[in-house]
């Protein structure tokens, strides 16, 4: 019986060919290659512009200096995401500040964030929702917040490449949003980030950040500003822009695969991944809840299934946040009962029917 893989990223001749062509040109940094990318990204995303970065912990790192966040600055964000959502916080400067999720859409839970915010007179400097496995957050709420509040709105779209809210680009919700395109990601450039903005001020500030406060742009020694090496290579501009004509072909098989799995699990006690009235799920991941987690994924494991767990400790849990002493328990609740499995689109049917039969047949157990 062979295995299948969590995941599988989708390369095949057009980047092979797209990466041999910037080696023999021998254009190996960021580039040509780089900058059609950015290009084709943004008309994407329905965005003016389009930073490409080395990975998505640099640009959420990047966006967070170009909007202006910074030293004894707070940042309300989840603790049901991996930890870059929150390292990035603390090195451009600022502090996160941790408000619990909704269980339905493991995303931040606006009432929660506007409790806390209330809780600081209103003293918050941005807001950063995670659209958790692909799935956007409330966003007409946090819009709502950040005009009242008179917040930034910064979208941290690692995993959403291709999803929607009320028709429009995840991408295009906020202030300024980031993007990954790690192997796992529906669309992958090997490495590297994106971040997506309207605001021409906070691209060309992500641009100076990412070249080491360069101000013409290119490789000169006028630096005006402190900066990092974010910059991405042309080897990973040319597979992500050979990658992106393809994503609404990727995302639509994640969508059928994922629809061919609640359709066996809909007998069972799991709780399977919701789609609100107006968003359309991208499914990076298909995640399920069940009662007994780790029985499950002995299960499957043994049938020769991958599976993870996304994510089995919350951030404000970590050792690295430790002296957070507000409780999550729908955060907390969540890490114990939730489950990944493969919903990529290389499954054929009879992968989907032994991922979904083996769950259907491992006794799930109900949730709390």
């Known amino acids: 019986m062979s295995e299948i893989p969590i995941a599988d990223p989708q390369l095949g001749e057009a980047e092979r060919a797209a990466v041999l062509d910037v080696l023999e040109a021998g254009d190996l940094a960021a580039g040509e290659a780089v900058a059609a990318f950015e290009e084709a990204f943004a008309e994407f995303c329905n965005a003016e512009h389009a930073v490409a970065t080395t990975n998505g912990t ?3 790192h990047t966006a967070l200096v170009a909007a202006g966040i910074g030293e004894g600055d707070t940042v309300i964000t989840t603790p049901f995401s991996f930890v870059a959502t929150a390292n990035v916080i603390r090195l451009a400067g600022a502090e996160p500040v941790f408000a619990d999720i909704d269980p339905s859409t493991y995303a931040l839970d606006p009432d929660a964030v506007e409790a806390r915010i209330e809780e600081r007179d209103g003293d918050v400097d941005a807001i950063m929702p995670v659209h958790l496995f692909a799935l956007a957050a409330d966003m007409d709420r946090f819009r709502e917040l950040g005009e009242r509040y008179d917040t930034t709105l910064i979208e941290d779209a690692a995993q959403a490449h291709g999803g929607r809210y009320h028709g429009e680009r995840i991408g295009s919700l906020g202030d300024v949003a980031c993007f990954s395109f790690y192997p796992t990601k529906n669309m992958t450039s090997g490495e590297g980030g994106m971040i997506t903005t309207d605001d021409e001020s906070i691209a060309a500030a992500a641009r ?14 006028e630096h005006a500003s402190l900066g990092h090496n974010f910059r991405m290579t042309n080897i990973a501009g040319a597979i992500g822009q050979n990658q992106l004509p393809r994503l609404p072909e990727y995302v639509e098989q994640r969508r059928e695969n994922a629809a061919r799995l609640t359709d066996y699990l809909e007998t069972t006690p799991a709780v399977t991944p919701t789609e609100p009235d107006g968003r359309y799920h991208a499914y990076n991941q298909y995640t399920i809840r069940c009662g007994n987690r780790d029985e499950v994924q002995e299960a499957l494991t043994e049938a020769g299934i991958g599976t ?9 849990q970590l050792p690295v946040y430790d002296g957070h002493d507000a409780s999550m328990p729908v955060a907390e609740r969540c890490a114990e009962e939730v489950l990944s499995v493969p919903v990529h689109p290389s499954l054929s049917d009879a992968d989907v029917d032994r991922i979904g ?5 491992s006794e799930v157990e109900h949730v709390r």
């Not at 100076?208 to 406060?213: L, T």
């Not at 039969?357 to 047949?361: L, N």
């Open 308 to 316: 993870s767990i996304y994510y089995p400790t919350p951030i404000h």
């Open 58 to 60: 640099t640009a959420l």
């Open 357 to 361: 039969e083996t769950i259907r047949d």
């Open 208 to 221: 100076q950040f990412i070249n080491h406060g360069r101000t013409d742009g290119g490789y000169g020694y």
